[in-house]
C-alpha cells in the first residue's frame, strides 16, 4: 500500500486507522521517532503514523529537506537559517546536523 496517490493537489497520506486526505502543501514539518512518525500540519494539527521518517523522504517533493536523523522541513515553512539551526514559521527550532549543513544550506537558500 502506498502512502501517498499520485493526485498532485491532494496526496492521501495513510495512518493507524483509515487515510487523511492531505495537501502536500499543509505540512510544515515531519518528526520522526523511531518507527513512527509525526505530521506537523499548518494548522498545528499532529498526525501520527506508524512508518518511519525514512520511507516519507523518498515520497515528498524536493521542497522537504531532511536537517537531521529526526526531522524533515518544509522550506517553505522556514522563517530563518544559521550554520546550527533552522527556524520555522510556528517558532520550532531544529537543529542541523554537521554532515548536512552544507546540504541544507544550498535547498534553503534555492
Do not use: C
Request: proline fraction near 2%; avoid cysteine.
Amino acid at each position: 500500500m502506498t502512502a501517498f496517490s499520485s493526485n498532485s493537489a491532494s496526496h492521501t497520506l495513510t495512518i493507524l486507522r483509515g487515510t487523511v486526505h492531505l495537501p502536500i502543501t499543509d505540512i510544515v514539518r515531519l518528526e520522526g521517532s523511531g518507527n513512527y512518525t509525526h505530521f506537523v500540519l499548518a494548522d498545528g494539527r499532529k498526525i501520527l503514523t506508524s512508518k518511519s521518517i525514512g520511507f516519507y523522504e523518498s515520497l515528498l517533493p524536493d521542497t522537504f529537506v531532511r536537517v537531521n536523523k529526526q526531522h524533515l522541513l518544509n522550506h517553505h515553512y522556514i522563517r530563518a537559517f544559521d550554520r546550527y539551526y533552522v527556524e520555522m514559521t510556528d517558532g520550532f527550532l531544529a537543529q542541523v546536523s554537521r554532515r548536512k549543513r552544507t546540504m541544507v544550506k544550498v535547498a534553503v537558500l534555492s
